[in-house]
């Protein structure tokens, strides 16, 4: 006999593991023939002045810009062929080792070959098995070494900060992570304000663990931890959605912990990211014009105007409906995002696709994997079919016309979520992935997808990804 005892919540998810989720009702990839915007120099140049003339804006103008950085992800996973003794990674690793920031002359030239790996990974030296990726040094300088976090301190001083001088920086993390992000915060705050002229103003913020979700069996029972509780792990990004929602500002630039490069690519980063931020801007001030005119005098010509909008700027096509004009204010009046997307080179990241929602419109999503039917001939061919994927590089606007904040959790297809295969400790169960941050979880924002070069994407997915120029100053 069972003595635990199971919440509504764990009921309902237990019936979403027995239901599955639905598979995307995918029409075709996103692409710039329709779906990704490829902006030209001309559009390019002006999306940099909107986005440096809001930067610049005071008094009632004055925009709050803030850059949220997920970052509770253990760097375990990015150090896996190392854990795994894979030869020829070991191998790699140790004839480069003083090529990464982290090496130490001191430390590592005592030690041969595995030792080396060993110190990296292990307790008795850098402990980089069990520490967040955040934390670790990523590059390194004439003057200094870089952590991640430091890297991304810099980029917001570049492209996030206001005529106040002030960035504001959300970093989520793990609760048990909070004195080393307390340490790399305080050894680069105080130094970086001076030398870049910058009040940064940082929060270190968690997942809500009342967000975790039921692991199972094969069978769909719950899996029992070795006290004979049920157990409960991190539903995934998508539960950060209610973190962004408790974020006070007009405009937020997402982007992965993982995703910085050496201060040289600087330029060519700060650049696109005020693309996306401009091209948001632009896309608000057109969306706020609207609501303006169909509250003010609603017509038949006017709703033609906008529905056209929809469809050539955002994909959207509605079906019919008697109340037009409400139709149109209730798609309007929802979160922005615009999203960079870069050419697909074989990199990791979902894609972008054009999709129809149950009730027949059509929308730009975000899609992973395990969305995307196999044994669907045609979301297969679109699979094939797509030029770009998801790199994480997003802008967004989170307030409305009436510069309300929006209940982010309003906004979420919670059909968007999948189960996915795990283990602990050797048993295998399986676990449910809530809607994803940049997918399902904002599944119902009005979202723009523009052409980004591959150059801004860096990501740190392995610790050889650090022996990549972009990461070697």
């Known amino acids: 006999m069972a003595n635990y005892k199971l919440s509504e919540k764990d009921l309902q998810e237990i019936q979403r593991f027995k239901d599955g989720f639905p598979w995307m009702d995918i029409i075709a990839p996103a692409t710039p023939e329709k779906g990704i915007k490829k902006l030209s120099e001309e559009e390019v140049k002006s999306a940099v002045e909107i986005a440096e003339s809001a930067q610049k804006a005071t008094g009632s103008d004055a925009l709050v810009f803030a850059k949220f950085v997920p970052a509770s992800g253990a760097a375990s996973r990015m150090f896996k062929d190392l854990f795994n003794k894979n030869v020829t990674v070991v191998n790699n690793f140790v ?55 430091a890297e991304h301190f810099v980029e917001a001083q570049e492209y996030m900060k206001g005529a106040d001088k002030n960035a504001n920086l959300y970093v989520t993390i793990s609760p048990e992570h909070q004195s080393l992000f307390d340490e790399a915060i305080a050894e680069v705050k105080e130094k970086y304000e001076q030398k870049y002229d910058v009040k940064y103003n940082v929060k270190t913020v968690f997942q809500y663990k009342w ?29 950060l959605i209610h973190t962004l929602n408790d974020v006070d500002a007009d405009v937020v630039s997402i982007k992965n912990i993982d995703n910085v ?53 955002l994909c959207i096509e509605l079906p019919a409906c008697e109340d037009k004009a409400a139709q149109l204010m209730a798609i309007l009046n929802r979160p922005i995002r615009v999203c960079g997307m870069v050419k697909n080179e074989g990199e990791p990241g979902g894609g972008p696709f054009i999709i129809r929602e149950a009730d027949g419109s059509t929308s730009l999503q975000v899609l992973e994997g395990p969305q995307i039917n196999p044994n669907d001939p045609h979301a297969v061919e679109c699979l094939k079919n797509a030029t770009h994927f998801n790199p994480v590089d997003l802008v967004c606007v989170i307030k409305d016309h009436e510069g309300k ?19 602990l400790q050797g048993r295998e169960l399986k676990a449910l992935e809530l809607p994803g941050l940049w997918n399902g979880a904002m599944s119902r924002w009005n979202t723009v997808f523009v052409e980004v070069p591959i150059e801004t994407f860096n990501p740190v997915k392995t610790v050889m990804d650090l022996l990549r120029p972009a990461h070697q100053a």
């Open 405 to 423: 904040n929006f209940d982010l959790t309003k906004y979420v297809d919670e059909n968007a979520g999948f189960i996915s295969s795990k283990s």
């Open 211 to 239: 967000t975790d979700t039921l692991a199972v069996t094969a069978d769909n029972e719950p899996f029992l931890t070795d006290a004979g509780e049920p157990l409960h792990r991190p539903g995934g990004h998508g539960a």
């Open 95 to 149: 004839s480069n080792i003083e090529k990464f920031a982290f090496y130490d002359p001191e430390a590592f030239d005592k030690l041969e070959g595995d030792k080396k790996v060993d110190y990296t990974l292990g307790a008795e030296g850098l402990n980089y098995g069990a520490k967040p990726k955040g934390v670790l040094k990523f590059h390194r300088y004439a003057d200094e070494t870089r952590t991640a976090l």
């Open 261 to 313: 490069s050496v201060e040289r690519y600087l330029p060519t980063t700060a650049t696109w990211k005020k693309v996306l931020i401009g091209t948001a801007l632009g896309l608000r001030k057109q969306i706020f014009g609207y609501i303006a005119k169909l509250q003010a005098a609603p017509s038949a010509e006017l709703c033609a105007e906008i529905e056209a909008f929809l469809a050539k700027e």
